[in-house]
């Protein structure tokens, strides 16, 4: 269960302004992406594209083609909300919902859509995502208390609990580990590891080692000022991007030598 | 380094903690008096209304029951058997008031934060404020006029239709049983409450509804929820507690509702639940205005018993709401 995803000149538009411009990209299934570039790029709004989380924000809206797996995204009769429970979304900041249990954090997806589980599926699904988050072990006893009761890396893992419960074909994980400290922030790293054996991950991320550590393509956005819309400067294997750049702007933003 | 023209200075001395007193010590102390000032200012007059209260209430509740048998408007009750059926259509009327109120309010705050466009959420909000500047008496006057002769064809149905007839028969009286016109019942009454309690509770539930974290309701929307989805697991939960208070603040108002209960309500002073039925039911404020001008002795004492009772209603209503709202605390995302 996971597939690839092509992007075909891809623009995203916030009202009038173009944010994102001409991005061709093909993000192959059982592997990280991991999308790199300065603030304010458009990485996040390139990734919200993907699962049609852009559409949240009024006036936002893309032109262009997403296929997943021969099936147009943006395809008309395609409805948003059958769009993201396969393709699922992690945040910069946790974002459990503070109202639930921790084990009703984990099944808030299944449960949604007139979906009905059965208690014992239901129990071995909560087991079964939460292992596959790395957080069994430390939430096994406490499964009823709420889920901000949690710690920030706890919480995000919780997250991808949540995330991979519904069982989606690809996750897209936006700066998953800026707000957690380096012990956190390597545990998700090694559960992306983990997680890329079923799922088609695609991550943006402000740090280099981690884009390298973590992912198998790296893809470059830059802006060329402000106002400006981004675009998709470079993609490549990871080691490539990380050894031999083919255009100097790479090189320079990921050695550090940058504007 | 930057290179300045500037000559070198001489190594200042390091910064000393300074000793005395900060600036700005004078201001903190002000606006610190001034709001604890508030503060206690709240208490006593809280205080002062209790002890008034009470104070004016103690004869009538000590006094003996054959006290009251000169007091035209209790009928010949001791203050208990008097009182207990005004509290019960106090609460019987707020109760009509809230039921209806709540889930329209609730739906109109969703509305106006999640569904409708800008624009029309903004002229919608004014207009459910401007409700709520409306005086009591135009609502008294409003629901005499339209709402009395709107509903009675509807009241007539509810009171006459097969089911009803059924039950007469088979099981007995039904709530909807012996309707009367015109329209001065509770039901009606607790109609004008509801009308008259939406903009307080439709304005405090709106703004809990806009309050809640984008954060969360993105959550719920990247995990493939329908906006109505999206609302049950992230806007609701988050709102709870305010709706919870947004109901207690609507009911305080109806409770003590007089003008509107007073002109619509033909007033009873019996415990039953014909919603239909004039000369049932009466409420402590209503029923207070009405007999205080003529008042006198004992009377008087025993109206403001009753106004004790209300205070004392109102109060208990309070506390459980917190209680309600503490009970989930910890899953409330304050934390
Ligand atoms: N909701 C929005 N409405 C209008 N413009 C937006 C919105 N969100 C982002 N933008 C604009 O789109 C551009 C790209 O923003 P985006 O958040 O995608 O950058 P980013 O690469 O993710 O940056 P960062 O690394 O800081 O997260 C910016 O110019 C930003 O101002
Ligand atoms: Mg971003």
């Known amino acids: 269960m996971s597939k690839r995803i092509d992007v075909n000149d891809l623009n995203v538009y916030y009202g009038d302004f173009l944010a994102v411009e001409g991005v061709n990209m093909v993000i192959e299934a059982r592997s990280v992406t991991a999308l790199i570039g300065p603030s304010g790029c458009g990485k996040s709004t390139f990734l919200r594209t993907l699962n049609r989380m852009h559409e949240v924000i009024p006036k936002a809206y893309v032109t262009g083609k997403a296929v997943m797996d021969g099936q147009d995204l943006y395809g008309p009769g395609v409805d948003p909300v059958e769009v993201r429970r396969q393709v699922g979304m992690v945040f910069q900041r946790p974002n459990p919902f503070p109202t639930m249990s921790i084990a009703d954090n984990v099944l808030a997806g299944v449960r949604l859509n007139n979906r009905r589980i059965s208690r014992s599926d239901a129990t071995d699904l909560v087991e079964r995502s939460l292992t596959g988050a790395n957080l069994w072990n430390e939430v096994k006893d406490r499964l009823d208390r709420p889920g901000s009761s949690l710690s920030g890396g706890q919480q995000q893992r919780l997250c991808i609990a949540r995330a991979i419960a519904v069982e989606p074909q690809v996750l897209l994980m936006d700066e998953p580990c800026s707000a957690l400290d380096p012990i956190s922030t390597l545990a998700i790293e090694d559960l992306i590891a983990e997680l890329k054996n079923n799922y088609t991950i695609v991550i943006v991320t402000h740090n280099m080692q981690q884009a390298a550590r973590v992912s198998d393509r790296t893809g470059f956005f830059n802006i060329a000022g402000t106002g400006k819309p981004g675009h998709l400067i470079e993609m490549d294997d990871t080691t490539t991007m990380f050894s031999t750049p083919s255009v100097k702007a790479t090189e320079d933003y990921i050695s550090g030598r940058f504007g | ?335």
């Open chain 2, 1 to 335: 380094m930057a290179v300045t023209d500037s000559p070198p200075s001489e190594p200042e001395a390091p910064p000393k903690v300074r000793a005395g007193r900060a600036p700005g010590r004078l201001g903190n102390r002000v606006f610190q008096g001034i709001s604890t000032a508030s503060g206690i200012f709240i208490l006593v007059i809280l205080a002062a209304v209790a002890i008034f209260l009470l104070v004016r209430a103690w004869p009538a509740v000590t006094a003996a029951p054959s006290a009251f048998e000169d007091v035209g408007f209790m009928l010949g009750r001791d203050l208990w058997s008097w009182v207990w059926p005004l509290l019960f259509g106090t609460a019987i009327s707020s109760v009509i008031a809230l039921v209806v109120a709540v889930p329209l309010s609730i739906g109109i705050g969703l509305f106006i934060s999640h569904y409708a466009p800008r624009r029309l959420a903004q002229g919608l909000g004014y207009l459910i404020d401007l409700l709520a500047a409306i005086p009591s008496v135009i609502f008294g006057l409003w629901g005499i006029q339209w709402l009395q002769p709107l509903v009675s064809p509807l009241f007539t149905w509810l009171s006459t239709n097969p089911a009803t007839a059924w039950l007469e028969e088979n099981v007995g009286p039904t709530i909807f049983s012996g309707y009367q016109a015109p329209a001065r019942n509770i039901l009606t009454a607790g109609l004008v409450l509801a009308i008259m309690v939406l903009p307080i509770i439709t304005a405090t539930v709106r703004e809990v509804f806009l309050q809640t974290p984008r954060l969360h309701e993105e959550a719920s929307l990247a995990l493939g929820a329908t906006r109505w989805e999206m609302i049950r697991q992230a806007v609701l939960p988050f709102g709870r507690s305010g709706v919870i208070s947004a109901t207690m603040l609507g009911l305080g108002r109806a409770l003590g509702e007089t003008m509107a209960v007073l002109m619509v309500l033909s007033p009873g002073y019996l415990i039953n639940f014909f919603l239909l039925q004039p000369g049932q039911h009466q409420s402590i404020a209503a029923n207070i205005a009405s007999h205080f001008p003529e008042a006198s002795g004992i009377g008087v004492d025993a109206l403001i018993a009753s106004g004790l009772i209300l205070f004392v209603m109102t109060f208990g209503v309070n506390l459980v709401a917190r209680w309600i709202i503490a009970r989930r605390a910890e899953f409330s995302g304050a934390n």
